[in-house]
């Protein structure tokens, strides 16, 4: 018999370790656990993230939805390295955005993510041209002039908008601009690519052509691809959008084409660490759900009941 009241020995701590298979998010290239963001203002606090869960595999392409105020560009904010997280754990491409020092957060910034803002003007200098824009981050990052010229022509020639090169951003279309910028994220060879609303200015045809750009770089070059979008269109384009609700992943729709050119969707509910699951309003509303609800185990599937007991 095991002698439990004897502490564990070094041997017997790795076993456990290992029994324990993998870690929450191993293997993921952004790692979201518990993720809390508290705003204070005035003394006033809001909680923009409350427990958010969140992964996403290397090099997937997923669009992020969810109402006005549900926390979208706080999680952009946080990935992207420019706002620090209240509680949890945020890990991008290996890096854990909670400990980070100063240095590492302006290199994490400078080389793992590229990041495309929804205002055009937030994503290129107006007194460079495009390919200056362009070569500007690679500058930063001390490349060398040649090779900084030979890789801005070709991302600018790869995404459509060559003949742009010699042009300042007041002399090209919101949809140009928005392509540069994605030319301008990805210039130094980020891992993740972070796009906030970047075809909200954008009439139908030209997101399109935007969109259309984010997806060749992440088919291209491999890079994990988080688009924040009001945008159907775009969210409809790629293979899971996940739904965020009052700070919570809430809800996820997965597509996939099948051989015969099918396209299936299935929508989820995201089932969190500690068993939570939003339930989607037009649901709760539907059958007058409020405050607890009654939940039976059924063999292959849990039910859940509008509590009536006051009314039976
Ligand atoms: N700097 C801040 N100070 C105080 N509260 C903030 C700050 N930034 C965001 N908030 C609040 O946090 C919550 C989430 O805001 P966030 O901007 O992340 O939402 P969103 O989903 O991106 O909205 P939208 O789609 O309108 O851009 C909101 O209640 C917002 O008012």
Same mark, same amino acid.
């Given at each position: 018999?095991?002698?439990?009241?004897?502490?564990?020995?070094?041997?017997?701590?790795?076993?456990?370790?290992? @029994?324990?298979?993998?870690?929450?998010?191993?293997?993921?290239?952004? =790692?979201?656990?518990?993720?809390?963001?508290?705003?204070?203002?005035?003394?006033?606090?809001?909680?923009?993230?409350?427990?958010?869960?969140?992964?996403?595999?290397?090099?997937?392409?997923?669009?992020?939805?969810?109402?006005?105020?549900?926390?979208?560009?706080?999680?952009?904010?946080?990935?992207?390295? $420019?706002? #620090?997280?209240?509680?949890?754990?945020?890990?991008?491409?290996?890096?854990?955005?909670?400990?980070?020092?100063?240095?590492?957060?302006?290199? *994490?910034? /400078?080389?793992? #993510?590229? *990041?495309?803002?929804?205002?055009?003007?937030?994503? $290129?200098?107006?007194?460079?041209?495009?390919?200056?824009? =362009?070569?500007?981050?690679?500058?930063?990052?001390?490349? &060398?002039?040649?090779?900084?010229?030979?890789?801005?022509?070709?991302?600018?020639?790869?995404?459509?908008?060559?003949?742009?090169?010699?042009?300042?951003?007041? @002399?090209? &279309?919101?949809?140009?601009?928005?392509?540069?910028?994605?030319?301008?994220?990805?210039?130094?060879?980020?891992? =993740?690519?972070?796009?906030?609303?970047?075809?909200?200015? $954008?009439?139908?045809?030209?997101?399109?052509?935007?969109?259309?750009? $984010?997806?060749? #770089?992440?088919?291209? *070059?491999?890079?994990?691809?988080?688009?924040?979008?009001?945008?159907?269109? #775009?969210?409809?384009?790629?293979? /899971?959008?996940?739904?965020?609700?009052?700070?919570?992943?809430?809800?996820?729709?997965?597509?996939?084409?099948?051989?015969?050119?099918? /396209?299936?969707?299935?929508?989820?509910?995201?089932?969190?660490?500690?068993?939570?699951?939003?339930?989607?309003?037009? *649901?709760?509303?539907?059958?007058?759900?409020?405050?607890?609800?009654?939940?039976?185990?059924?063999?292959?599937?849990?039910?859940?009941?509008?509590?009536?007991?006051?009314?039976?």
């Amino acid at each position: 018999m095991t002698d439990t009241t004897k502490a564990p020995d070094l041997a017997e701590l790795e076993r456990r370790a290992t @029994e324990r298979g993998p870690a929450y998010g191993e293997g993921a290239h952004i =790692v979201c656990d518990n993720l809390v963001r508290i705003y204070k203002t005035d003394g006033v606090e809001v909680v923009a993230l409350q427990g958010l869960d969140l992964l996403v595999d290397p090099g997937e392409l997923v669009a992020i939805v969810g109402a006005s105020g549900s926390g979208k560009s706080t999680l952009l904010n946080i990935l992207s390295g $420019l706002d #620090v997280p209240t509680a949890g754990v945020a890990r991008v491409a290996g890096s854990d955005l909670l400990t980070m020092a100063a240095k590492e957060r302006l290199n *994490f910034r /400078r080389h793992r #993510v590229g *990041f495309i803002w929804q205002q055009t003007s937030r994503n $290129l200098l107006p007194y460079l041209t495009a390919a200056q824009n =362009v070569e500007l981050p690679m500058r930063f990052a001390g490349r &060398s002039r040649r090779s900084r010229a030979t890789r801005a022509a070709e991302l600018l020639g790869m995404l459509g908008v060559g003949d742009c090169a010699g042009r300042r951003p007041e @002399e090209l &279309s919101g949809g140009q601009q928005q392509r540069i910028a994605v030319a301008v994220a990805v210039a130094n060879e980020p891992k =993740v690519v972070l796009a906030d609303e970047p075809t909200g200015e $954008l009439d139908t045809a030209t997101a399109a052509e935007v969109f259309g750009a $984010l997806r060749q #770089v992440n088919e291209e *070059f491999g890079t994990t691809t988080v688009v924040v979008t009001h945008d159907a269109q #775009v969210a409809e384009r790629v293979d /899971r959008t996940i739904g965020i609700r009052d700070g919570r992943t809430s809800s996820e729709v997965r597509r996939r084409s099948a051989e015969d050119g099918t /396209r299936h969707v299935a929508e989820y509910a995201v089932l969190d660490r500690a068993g939570r699951v939003q339930l989607p309003k037009p *649901f709760t509303e539907a059958l007058d759900m409020r405050d607890r609800v009654r939940l039976d185990l059924e063999t292959d599937h849990v039910g859940v009941w509008p509590d009536r007991e006051e009314t039976e």
